[in-house]
């Protein structure tokens, strides 16, 4: 709520690097998958693939695409 710590908050965020790869190890030691992309495109799961290539994910564009992957 405080518009200085707002601006610091999004400053350090944008400086700050994405630790995608360590992120998805942490994923693909945890029980959970399969994984899946939610929304459009596909470019997370390609990401994911770079680092585990038998990783499973699905991707679902639309709603219809997750009821789909559910049944």
């Given amino acids: 709520t405080e518009p200085e710590a707002i601006r610091d908050s999004l400053y350090r965020q944008l400086e700050s690097p994405v630790r995608w790869e360590q992120s998805m190890g942490v994923l693909l030691t945890s029980p959970g998958s399969p994984f899946l992309e939610a929304g ?27 009821e789909e992957l559910l049944k």
Avoid: F, M, N
Wanted: glycine share 12%; charged share 35%; proline share 7%.
């Fill in 40 to 66: 459009p495109g596909k470019v997370l799961r390609g990401l994911l693939r770079s680092i585990d290539r038998d990783a499973q994910c699905d991707a679902a564009g639309e709603p219809a695409d997750i």
